[in-house]
């Protein structure tokens, strides 16, 4: 846009105003990303709030899935892996395309044992109404108190205030978990590296180690 203007309007107005509009909205965006990526990856580097690590034990929960019937990881041990698939909520077009990237793959986990379910702040209605305008077949719980990504360090929270304060303030960033039927975290993505989290595909080598 900013060669164009420039080339059809090189000594007028236009020619900046123009280009003005994309680069504000893309001001406005990664505003709210690389806080978002230095979070994470400070996160990364001293662990710190984050019980989550491959190797160990994943931190247990309940949740309601859109029924309001609760579910919780260990329901599943010693029957079933368990794919986690954190996503931001349904006002998240990012993770829109995340949920369509991990249904596409949906019978290729299910051939290996893998129950994929997705984790969203949001409430059990609008998660259902998302699962049925994206085509998630796989359940859906709502962390509303975010609670559980709190617990697997993936809740972003901008100021020290929220860091410090006893409640779960901030909102969850995407990321996937995968847990052996043993309850123990095999692989998890980084919520600062977008090709991870968006790519089933790099879960599928630590999918064929699974006994």
């Not at 041990?77 to 793959?105: A, S």
């Not at 600062?192 to 630590?206: H, M, N, Q, T």
Request: charged share 25%; hydrophobic share 40%; net charge positive.
């Amino acid at each position: 846009v900013y060669i164009f203007a420039g080339m059809q309007h090189p000594s007028d107005w236009r020619g900046w105003v123009l280009p003005a509009v994309p680069m504000l909205f893309m001001s406005f965006i990664l505003r709210g990303v690389i806080p978002e990526v230095l979070f994470f990856q400070r996160r990364s580097k001293t662990k710190k709030d984050s019980p989550a690590e491959t190797g160990k034990p994943a931190p247990d929960f309940s949740l309601p899935d859109i029924e309001g019937k609760p579910v919780k990881l260990s329901d599943f041990r010693g029957k079933n892996h368990v794919l986690l698939v954190f996503v931001r909520g349904d006002w998240c077009p990012t993770c829109h395309i995340m949920i369509r990237m991990y249904e596409q793959n949906r019978e290729k986990f299910l051939a290996k044992d893998i129950v994929t379910i997705g984790i969203s702040p949001e409430s059990t209605e609008t998660n259902r109404a998302m699962m049925e305008r994206l085509g998630w077949k796989n359940m859906l719980l709502a962390d509303t108190k975010k609670e559980v990504a709190y617990k697997y360090g993936i809740l972003f929270r901008e100021n020290e205030k929220e860091k410090e304060a006893e409640t779960n303030d901030g909102h969850a960033l995407p990321a996937s978990f995968l847990v052996d039927r043993s309850g123990v975290m095999r692989y998890m993505s980084r919520s600062d590296r977008a090709g991870e989290f968006l790519s089933p595909a790099l879960i599928f080598p630590v999918v064929e180690n699974l006994s």
